[in-house]
């Protein structure tokens, strides 16, 4: 047996396992995109799977502001944060985000994924304790895997739950962290709830704001400001920048001492690259768009309404949300990917998702709405899944 051949027959074997249980990944290229209209194995396709949730990726005064920052500080950083690579744009996004939400400092991450495992491996311990709820996002999952640190979840959104949770823990550090916005669910954590048990219990609350920040409060802060909580309410915080901004990257907020620890020990910070510096510029061209045009959220709010009303009287059964993400909850996997093919058929690109990404028998589609969309992208969006449950 050559090196490596057991390895790699029990990959393949996974995956055949995964084929024939009708749960096989596969990776589709978008050959063009235009806001939420896509050329996909070249079928032109209206898209509901953009995280884009304010149509900026393709802003105007966002591209000008990446073509600007690639002409002065070229497309890559060239190195690590702290061997060269931290330039002027990633220094002006940390500083902005930081003083517009509140917080002593921030620290810019090249991914969201990083972001997670670099807070939560930085700052915690074996032999400490980080509770958290079951449906939280995989990459803090992972994290505390590579911390090395006690994993304790409690059931989706369950505040007694996770209160038991921090009581059984004891009197070792603890760090309760919780999605502000649920990726698949689309729903909001109970952070005022949360942010009390935390007190109460003398345990660092974080959140993961990704699918918030942008898009829900009266600016656009995200799930904490929608709830009525600032910074003390959320002492550390992580916000994507490829959500709603739609950019790339992601910040973690916090007080300095914070801040500066993960400078010390979030290796995914140390030992990355620096996200190129026009990105980051691009960045805080789109956050200005956010904050400067309140109407962008206000549009996708009725589209959201919308499209909630008329699932209803088309007999759907939807998750209940109040955010851009959408489920339309089906249970079976093979039906939801028959859903999924017959809109593609009807020029509608809505993936389904399916287990392991959510838990047996609560396959869905996960529809996105996007302040690019229109209301007749809904209308047509509802009456091809009309057309599709009617068969």
């Known amino acids: 047996m050559s090196a490596g051949a057991a390895i790699a027959t029990r990959a393949a074997s996974r995956t055949a396992e995964r084929e024939v249980a009708g749960l096989r990944r596969a990776v589709r290229e978008v050959e063009h995109a235009d806001r939420v209209r896509v050329c996909v194995d070249r079928r032109e396709l209206c898209s509901f799977a953009s995280n884009d949730y304010l149509g900026l990726a393709q802003h105007p005064e966002v591209i000008a502001a990446m073509k600007g920052a690639a002409d002065r500080w070229g497309v890559g950083s060239t190195a690590a944060h702290l061997l060269g ?26 991914t969201g994924y990083l972001a997670n495992l670099g807070v939560i491996a930085g700052l915690m311990q074996r032999g400490d304790a980080c509770v958290q709820d079951k ?29 038991r949770q921090l009581q059984a823990a004891g009197a070792v550090p603890k760090l309760l962290a919780s999605d502000g916005v649920f990726s698949m669910d689309g729903d909001l954590a109970p952070l005022p709830q949360l942010a009390a048990l935390a007190r109460e219990h003398d345990a660092l609350l974080y959140v993961d704001d990704a699918h918030g920040f942008g ?9 904490p400001e929608q709830l009525g909580l600032g910074a003390d309410d959320v ?22 001492v914070l801040i500066d620890a993960l400078v010390q020990f979030a290796r995914p910070f140390v030992y990355s690259t620096a996200l190129p510096p026009a990105v980051a510029a691009a960045a805080l061209a789109a956050i200005a768009v956010v904050r400067r045009e309140p109407q962008r959220r206000a549009h996708l709010q009725a589209l959201i309404a919308r499209f909630r009303a008329g699932v209803a009287q088309i007999g759907g059964e939807l998750m209940d949300s109040s955010t851009p993400i959408q489920p339309l909850l089906l249970g079976d996997a093979a039906q939801a990917s028959a859903l999924a ?23 869905r589609l996960r529809i996105t709405l996007s302040a690019a969309h229109t209301a007749e992208d809904v209308d047509r969006l509802l009456e091809a899944l009309d057309r599709a449950r009617a068969r």
């Open 215 to 223: 898009v829900l409060g009266p600016d656009g802060q995200g799930s």
């Open 135 to 163: 449906l939280n996002h995989a990459s803090l999952i992972d994290a505390v895997r590579l911390a090395g640190c006690e994993l304790r979840r409690y059931p989706h959104g369950e505040v007694a739950a996770a209160a």
């Open 341 to 363: 093919q017959a809109l593609w058929q009807q020029g509608l690109y809505v993936p389904a998702i399916r287990p392991p990404t959510v838990p047996a028998g609560s396959a």
């Open 235 to 256: 002492p550390l915080r992580m916000v994507t920048l490829g959500k709603a901004v739609g950019c790339a990257g992601a910040l973690v907020l916090g007080s300095r």
């Open 85 to 110: 690579g931290h330039r002027g744009p990633h220094a002006q996004l940390e500083r902005m985000v930081a003083d517009w939400l509140g917080y002593e400092s921030a620290l810019l991450f090249s």
